[in-house]
Every structure is written in C-alpha cells, then in structure tokens.
C-alpha cells in the first residue's frame, strides 16, 4: 500500500535514447510534481499538475514531458537524453496546491545516461 | 522569490544528544510553511514537520520540533534524543503563496552524522 510509487527505481540509458518514469498515487491527491535531485543533492521542482492541469512549468527544457492521464498519474518523458539529464527523478503528490499542504515524495528514479 | 539557506557543513552529534539543525529562509510572501524533510541514504524524501507562517506555536512531532523565530527568518530543526538512525541529509524547505500556484523550494540541505 505504497502513497507515492514510481516506476522504474533505476534507469539506465545511452545518450540520445528516448525514455519514460511513471508515478501513481494512491493518496487520493489533487496536486503531483516532478523534481530534479542532480548529483550535489539539490532540489529543483521541474512541472506541477492539479487535477490533471499543468501549473507550474520551470525552465525545464522542451525535450522533458509530463503528462497526467488522470489525477493519479503523472509520467515524465524524456526524449534525446543527455549527459546531463543524470540524477534522481521524484515524483510527490499533495491534497492541494496550497501553502499548508505537506508533499509526499516518491522513492525516486535513479536515471544514469551513459 | 523565495530562499531558504543551510549553511551549516556536516553536523555531527552523539547518541542520545539533541542537536539542531539551522535554517533561515526569505520571502516576500505574508504566508507561507516551512517544512522539513529526512533523505537516508536509501534516497527517499521523508516529511518530518510543518510550520505555518501563522502558526503561534513552534511545531513539534514526537522527537522533532521547529524553533520558529518569524522575525529572524529562521526555522530550525531540533533533534532531541539522537538516534543512529537520524544519520542523514535534512532540508528545510518552504512554500509561499504567488498567485495561483505555490512552489516548495528547498535549501542544500545538511548531512547529519550520529555517533554510537
């Protein structure tokens, strides 16, 4: 009965490739995020979906894709993977997009392009 | 915009002992949370504790609690009772309010060593 699962936990993958990472949750959430954990440990929020709208959209480049096919599902796709696409993916989720709402996170994907 | 700081370079405390954890942040926002989050080195994101901007009390969860001090910008973490198992990176983080959506930034967090 995991909240916030992802799939794959690892990825491994040559330069140029195209690839996904699902996530799910099972919080019964309005609100999921995609962030970034690059190789110092730092923390960036990539997009947020609320209900299956897209609300935030960083500078992330156009190469990454989220899609949200219902409010339990937010995927990432990644097309022409590069070098520095390697870190830690996660996925979090929360009840709503408000200052008070605690995000849950996911366990991460460990995405390594070769 | 908003910022959070952790300054502190890894922090080392013996079993048993409270330690904490500093964080100061700035904001424009008039409301906002703080948070802070465990990551062991299994890599998961684990929530620990919430305070409210508005909040008048400080935040505690069971050997957690939040040191609140809203005029000083600083929201830190204290330990109490260090447990082999709080080996770990911390980051604080915070939510405001912009418009119709709020972001949750995070600082660089800081690497927690308990020793036996």
């Known amino acids: 009965d995991t909240a916030v699962s992802q799939t794959p936990k690892y990825l491994v993958t040559q330069m140029g490739n195209d690839k996904s990472i699902k996530c799910e949750q099972n919080l019964g959430h309005d609100t999921m995020y995609w962030y970034k954990q690059d190789s110092k440990k730092f923390l960036k929020i990539m997009f947020s979906y609320n209900n299956k709208e897209l609300i935030i959209n960083e500078t992330v480049p156009n190469r990454f894709s989220p899609k949200s096919p219902d409010k339990a599902h937010l995927n990432l796709h990644i097309n022409s993977l590069e070098l520095g696409d390697s870190a830690v993916y996660f996925c979090a989720s929360s009840p709503y997009r408000g200052v008070t709402e605690t995000q849950y996170f996911g366990p991460g994907t460990r995405l390594l392009v070769l | 915009a908003q910022k959070i700081t952790q300054t502190q370079p890894g922090m080392f405390v013996q079993e048993k002992e409270a330690v904490t954890l500093d964080c100061t942040y700035d904001t424009s926002d008039p409301s906002y949370g703080l948070f802070w989050y465990k990551q062991p080195s299994s890599g998961e994101m684990i929530f620990l504790i919430y305070?409210?901007?508005?909040?008048?009390q400080n935040a505690t969860e069971g050997r957690y609690s939040l040191n609140f001090q809203k005029a000083r910008k600083s929201a830190n973490l204290v330990i109490s009772a260090s447990q082999l198992g709080d080996s770990a990176m911390y980051f604080c983080?915070?939510?405001?309010?912009?418009?119709?959506?709020?972001?949750?930034?995070f600082g660089k967090g800081i690497t927690l060593s308990v020793r036996p």
């Open positions: 305070q409210g901007s508005y909040d008048q």
């Open positions: 983080a915070m939510r405001g309010y912009t418009g119709a959506n709020s972001k949750l930034t």
